[in-house]
């Protein structure tokens, strides 16, 4: 097969970043194409459908279904309050009548003859789509949402919990392989995301939670740490949205891992700016990964080192490597050898030999190395 | 399509999640054979969003690997003329997350449980079943409607001619719902209802105008029976009416084929039916991916499938861990891993899902995993695959000490022909011998079994091609699909380790060989150059190998590339709690089995 390995993770020191904001269900655009929005500029609102309750009439009075429209005192379409009367018995002679409210305001929806229900459903309830990113708007889909723009940093991270974000950047340290540890995290903090470390332990996690530090981007995050944090072991990687008040962002995989030099170099450059972070990871179907996204004005981008952006697994490209045994460790593409080889499995697959930053050169499957992408 | 007698040339493809798979299959002599097989990444989503993109690669992979053209102006040429173009097209799809449906019954034992059949024995993934007893209350059902996006909906309930209260007000909860489909914004849901007759007007009313609902038979229509077929017919039809209409490139691909397209599952499903029917034997199989493992059964002519959606080696592999927890993976690993290790490794697997074992440790890993993966999805499979709960059973004075309840499941480990297996852990095991005993340590096969593998995944292929040709496909299926492995003997019974357990007898052309084996081994007898062998079985009085503890039972079976494997570690099978009794345990196993290199 032509593409046998994975084709990575963007870390890019200067891209076009497009982002698309949808609303969940038609609604309206509030902005217009060359405008430029800030992260939390309300883009597109729509009203979701409100909650429908039932009532169960027949039961309450006492009668048999196919005698509930002829009780019913507000008919399908009337709006109703809370603890309104919808319903009411004949009663005996006109006396002893027993009567159904409704337990919500909302509209009726149905009143059932066979089975004796009434639904009520609550009113509408308003949502928001807001830009998430600094930038301009440059192309509007009625009635949907915008594609925004900017110019600016995009680092893509493997795996990430918690919502959108924005806020300056901080480093607890300049050495790539430190654990955040809860005495490290510091007052000032607060509001910000901090940056680097191999690992960052559940304490750590804990404190950044009660303080309230915005996110926090890391080398590695231990499996289970994530699972103690959120309460539940994820079974499949779709994420994004736990409300837990902090986005965790691993940029290498789970345990300690130390963070790849050049995402670590990259997210230095711009400690103090403010930056756009997500945690949604889906790892199926239409692929997200976290990201962090530094909108950056002509000046800053004038003075971010440029890359030239690679195409498909080359001899001379950059990988990672992301399996056991030279797990997370970065190479040059030296060779890639037609003819499948066996490896110790005696599996025999398409391989690649790369060129560690030790000098050493290793033997990998194909699909064991990823692009480090520009 | 040609006269299936005319047809001697036949592409197959199947269009999976990640990869097209394409198959060319060419008359010789007498029979069909598989010639060739291509592949090449699916492109249903961005940037090509185009299924045929990913079709045209796996049959030029095709066309270079036969040196036949298949294709002229990006199209398939139909008839086959000497070395150019082919007679007969098919195809499976389980592209953009497959048909993803939710059922809704009265009874959830009963209609409920019929309609998820139907949906799953269709190829369906169930993403949730409905029922007026399912102890939720309203509300719940119509939020939980809302949230799935489903690419239909099978509604039943209430037996011809019963109660129409019940299932109408499931049709108000669908209807309060508004449920949107998954794919294309532009029309309405598909529903099929297939409930009792007597509430069809009622349905239409509430369901008509808001949905785009077909009437089909009751698949309930008595408690006593189900009638799956019309509700099963019309999701066939809807998949590729609606949803596969929707989905990018399919227009075409659907113009192209010369049958409809079938959901992968339920072309799998067929082909396994297909041989149980014709060779009237009990069979299980397993298709085991990244994502989701499909059991199919047919036992004693009655099909079930079931699909265990979160179960999977890559997509799914931490929610492996989640049900099945580190005790259970870590009991078949020979080495010591700690807590924190192992669930890293499997959260590293899941976040880079298409990463291979390169080292030993790491495969020993990866099938552990499949163990549970497979027995959580069997275990599943046998509570699914009962008879029909809530039937009226009559009964004698001699039943009084023998009383069962309805919904018995239809798995007899005993009575089991033939287990295969499906899926790249279990079709690309560096070694056979890993296969078998992945299937042996997850199923746990009673009595003789034979034991097979899917060569290189074409039973969706081959089930599809069975719909229109079906001599073709099965004489693929024997001759080039199935990988026999060998027969597993497995007494059921316990026994102290190097106690006497079972006498195997092997009669084969040129070949007598007796061996007598003790409780507590794992031991594979060789037979060269025979493809059946007669087989006598007699084990010791506390083990049973079918015919009744002690009593001896022959049989003729298939030989297989890896041999006669004896497991005598008893039923149910018991690995030691204890880490170093553990280890030393299944070092000693998978040293005598060549489980792995040294």
């Known amino acids: 097969m032509a593409h046998a390995y994975t084709p990575g993770l963007r870390v890019s020191p200067l891209a076009v970043v497009r982002k698309i904001r949808r609303l969940p269900l038609a609604g309206e655009v509030c902005v217009e194409v060359a405008q430029n929005v800030e992260p939390d500029t309300a883009v597109a609102q729509t009203h979701l459908p409100g909650h429908v309750h039932n009532v169960n009439v027949a039961n309450a009075l006492g009668v048999a279904p196919e005698d509930v429209p002829a009780l019913m005192t507000r008919q399908t379409g009337d709006q109703v309050a809370a603890d309104e009367q919808i319903a009411q018995s004949k009663g005996i002679f006109g006396l002893l009548r027993s009567s159904v409210k409704t337990p919500v305001s909302g509209v009726i929806e149905l009143i059932s ?29 009625p009635g949907e949402g ?32 430190a654990v955040i540890t809860p005495d490290r995290v510091e007052d000032h903090f607060v509001g910000r995301i901090v940056c680097g470390g191999a690992v960052v332990t559940l304490d750590a996690l804990r404190r950044m939670q009660q303080i309230g530090v915005a996110g926090v981007v890391t080398g590695g995050v231990p499996y289970h740490d994530i699972g103690a944090l959120l309460g539940y072991q994820i079974g499949v990687a779709i994420t994004g949205g736990e409300d837990i008040g902090l986005t965790v962002i691993a940029t290498e995989g789970f345990g300690r891992m130390r963070m790849a030099a050049r995402t670590f170099d990259l997210l230095k450059v711009h400690e103090g700016r403010h930056a756009s972070i ?71 697959v398409r391989v690649a030999t790369v060129r560690l930053d030790t000098g050493e050169t290793v033997v990998v499957p194909r699909a064991n190395v990823e692009l480090v992408e520009t | 399509m040609s006269d299936p007698d005319q047809v001697r040339i036949i592409l197959a493809t199947d269009c999976g999640s990640t990869t097209t798979k394409a198959i060319l299959i060419e008359k010789r002599e007498d029979s069909f054979r598989l010639v060739v097989r291509g592949e090449a990444p699916t492109t249903v989503e961005a940037p090509f969003e185009d299924v045929t993109r990913g079709v045209l690669n796996a049959v030029r992979e095709v066309e270079e690997l036969s040196g036949r053209t298949i294709l002229e102006d990006e199209c398939i040429v139909s008839p086959a003329q000497g070395l150019t173009g082919v007679d007969l097209y098919v195809s499976t799809s389980s592209a953009g997350g497959g048909l993803q449906m939710m059922v809704a019954g009265v009874v959830r034992s009963m209609t409920a449980e019929s309609a998820e059949r139907a949906a799953l024995g269709a190829g369906a993934i169930v993403m949730e079943t409905l029922a007026a007893n399912d102890g939720r209350l309203p509300y719940r059902r119509i939020e939980r409607i809302r949230q799935l996006r489903p690419d239909m909906i099978l509604l039943s ?63 309930r229509p008595v408690l006593e029976r189900e009638n799956l077929g019309p509700a099963r017919e019309r999701i066939h039809d809807l998949f590729m009416e609606h949803v ?117 440790e790491e495969l020993i890993v990866e099938q552990a995993v499949s163990r549970e993966a497979l027995r959580l999805a069997f275990d599943q499979h046998k509570s699914f695959a009962v008879s029909l709960k809530g039937v009226q059973q009559e009964r004698t004075i001699s039943d009084t000490f023998d009383q069962q309840t309805t919904g018995q499941s239809l798995v007899d480990m005993m009575h089991l022909d033939l287990i295969i297996g499906s899926g790249g852990v279990l079709s690309h095991a560096p070694r056979r011998v890993q296969s078998a005993l992945m299937m042996i340590d997850a199923f746990q096969p009673e009595g003789i079994t034979g034991l097979a593998v899917d060569s290189i995944f074409m039973m969706p292929h081959l089930g599809v091609l069975s719909t229109v040709h079906e001599q073709a496909a099965l004489e693929v299926f024997e001759r080039d699909c199935l990988i026999h492995l060998g027969p597993c003997i497995a007494p059921v019974g316990t026994g102290a380790p190097g106690s006497p357990c079972v006498r195997v007898e ?79 345990r299944l070092k000693n196993w998978y040293k005598t089995l060549h489980l792995y290199p040294e």
């Not at chain 1, 723009?149 to 795996?159: A, D, N, V, Y």
């Not at chain 2, 508004?178 to 849901?189: A, F, I, K, T, W």
């Not at chain 2, 976040?351 to 390169?358: A, E, G, H, V």
């Not at chain 2, 079918?546 to 099978?573: C, E, F, M, Q, W």
Request: proline share 7%; net charge negative; charged share 20%.
């Open chain 1, 146 to 177: 915008v594609a925004i723009e900017t110019h600016g940093t995009l680092i893509q991270g493997i795996f990430g919990i918690g919502g959108e974000t924005y806020a300056p950047l901080v480093f607890f340290s300049d050495d790539p392989d």
């Open chain 2, 157 to 219: 309930g209430g037996i011809d001619g019963g109660t129409v209260t019940h299932v109408v007000e499931m049709a108000e909860l669908i209807a309060a719902a508004d449920p949107r489909p998954r794919l294309g914004s532009g029309y309405h849901l598909p529903v099929i209802y297939a409930g009792n007759q007597k509430a069809r007007e009622e349905v239409e009313r509430l369901l008509g105008s808001r949905t785009a609902l077909s009437v089909v038979d009751n698949l």
């Open chain 1, 278 to 348: 997500s945690g949604a990871t889906q790892i199926r179907a239409g692929v997200i990964r976290p990201e962090v996204i530094v909108g950056l004005d002509d000046t800053a981008a004038a003075e971010t080192p440029t890359e030239t952006a690679h195409h498909g697994l080359v001899e001379g490209g950059t990988v990672r490597i992301i399996r056991n045994p030279f797990f997370g460790r970065i190479g040059i593409v030296e060779t890639l050898p037609e003819r499948p080889q066996p490896l110790p499995t005696e599996a025999t």
């Open chain 2, 244 to 360: 596969m209409a929707q989905a990018p490139g399919y227009r075409k691909l659907m113009a192209w084929t010369h049958t409809p397209i079938m959901p992968t599952p339920g072309a799998v499903g067929r082909m396994i039916q297909v041989a149980a029917e014709r060779n009237r034997i009990d069979v299980v199989g397993v298709d085991i991916g990244g994502a989701t493992t499909d059991v199919f059964s047919v036992f004693d002519g009655m099909f079930n499938r079931t699909v265990s959606a979160n179960l999977g080696i890559s997509y799914s592999i931490s929610n492996v861990l989640a049900e099945a927890g580190v005790a259970a993976i870590a009991r078949w690993l020979p080495f010591d891993l700690s807590e924190a290790d192992l669930k890293d490794r499997l959260g590293n697997k899941m976040i880079r899902p298409t990463s291979i074992p390169q080292t030993v």
């Open chain 2, 506 to 584: 092997i009669q084969a052309p040129g070949t007598s060989i007796q061996r007598d084996i003790p409780a507590g081994e794992l031991t594979i007898i060789s037979v060269e150059d025979a493809e059946t062998l007669d087989l006598c079985v007699t084990p010791t009085r506390g083990f049973d190998v079918g015919a009744g503890k002690g009593a001896a039972t022959r049989h003729s079976v298939r030989n297989g590339v890896v041999g006669i494997i004896v497991d005598t570690r008893g039923r149910p099978l018991a690995i030691p709690d204890r880490s170093n009794q553990r280890i030393s």
């Open chain 1, 113 to 141: 003859g066979v089975t004796g229900q009434v639904l009520v459903r609550e009113p509408p309830v308003p949502v928001q789509v807001n830009a998430y990113i600094r930038g301009r708007v440059v192309e509007v889909f």
